[in-house]
């Protein structure tokens, strides 16, 4: 009997207010997009990196697919520069 089994996968999105909309970056992979709201630019990105991790293998993937008992923690800060 032919099945396929589905994986979730935990991956983290940095999302920064941009004229006309915001842009959605994933750090873990690299992957980015963007959307007029927030909330098109989270599906967005969803969608991004589900179409990147289409051809990577499990071996890759194995990082993400363990469950997080903690979230991670994004801070801002500013530095001054001369």
Known sequence: MWYHQFMKYAF???????DGGYSALCPELGVSSQ??????AESNIKEAVTLYIEDMTHSE????????KEKPLLKTFEVVHA
């Open 12 to 18: 983290s999105a940095v999302f920064t207010r941009e």
């Open 61 to 68: 993937l194995a990082p993400y697919a363990r469950v997080q």
């Open 35 to 40: 959307g007029n709201t927030i909330e098109e």
